[in-house]
């Protein structure tokens, strides 16, 4: 089945630094990969999404690269602010058909904090 | 507007007394996942159901079960909760063929 690593668990960045989370797959059928935040007592919601069709997505101060050669995929935060700060988690899914379709393979997460 | 409800969202039982999560939806998708929740964990597939068809993770205990009475509804039943099953429980729904899941706030579920 997938494997998806997550790196760093853990980063710390000050307002307005930007911040980057890197995420690896390891099944080459793998063609969707969203990022998900989650807040404290919340639950995970879409800040952005992927497909290997395309090698770069940007929505405001979110970017997500994909690599699909090297298997990897990062996300991007730029001009952080306070109100960025959660767990913010990568998976990998396969959008063929089947019962499995769209099942999601998640990384560990990442606990980012930004100081004000 | 919430889309993925789920209700409680904290919940406390005692060791070994039945509890029922519920999940509801006014999406419409035909997809309905259950996932588990530790703290500082990735969520964990417990099951998932296509249509009215029932997809069990391989790993998932014997003391869960689920039920999906219709579209828009989903139950997850945990027999008889050990100190071990005190997790967050989340609820996620698909449209056949699409991305992306949607989450709902989760249930937090203690055990007494």
């Known amino acids: 089945g997938e494997n998806v690593e997550q790196h760093p668990s853990t980063l710390s960045v000050q307002e307005g630094d930007s911040a980057v989370i890197k995420c690896t797959y390891s099944d080459s059928a793998s063609n969707y990969f969203p990022w998900y935040k989650q807040e404290l007592g919340k639950g995970p919601q879409l800040i952005i999404d992927?497909?290997?069709?395309?090698g770069e997505k940007k929505d405001q101060r979110i970017a997500v690269t994909l690599n699909k050669t090297a298997k990897h995929f990062s996300l991007h935060i730029t001009e952080t602010q306070p109100e960025d700060s959660a767990v913010y988690f990568c998976a990998a899914s396969r959008t063929d058909r089947g019962s499995t379709l769209g099942r999601l393979y998640f990384g560990r997460g990442t606990q980012l904090t930004v100081w004000p | 507007d919430a889309m993925v409800i789920q209700n409680p969202r904290y919940q406390v039982t005692q060791f070994g007394k039945p509890v029922t999560l519920s999940c509801s939806q006014t999406?419409?998708?035909?997809?309905m996942y259950w996932y588990q929740q530790k703290s500082s964990q990735a969520p964990k597939l417990l099951f998932h159901?296509?249509?009215?068809?029932?997809?069990n993770e391989a790993d998932t205990p014997d003391n869960f079960q689920s039920r999906r009475p219709n579209t828009s509804f989903c139950f997850l039943d945990i027999r008889s909760p050990g100190l071990g099953d005190a997790a967050m429980y989340l609820c996620?729904?698909?449209?056949?063929?699409?991305?992306?899941?949607?989450f709902g706030d989760g249930t937090r579920l203690s055990i007494l």
């Open positions: 996620a729904t698909r449209d056949r063929g699409r991305q992306p899941q949607h």
């Open positions: 999406l419409n998708h035909n997809v």
């Open positions: 992927i497909r290997s069709n395309v």
């Open positions: 159901y296509y249509d009215k068809d029932f997809n």
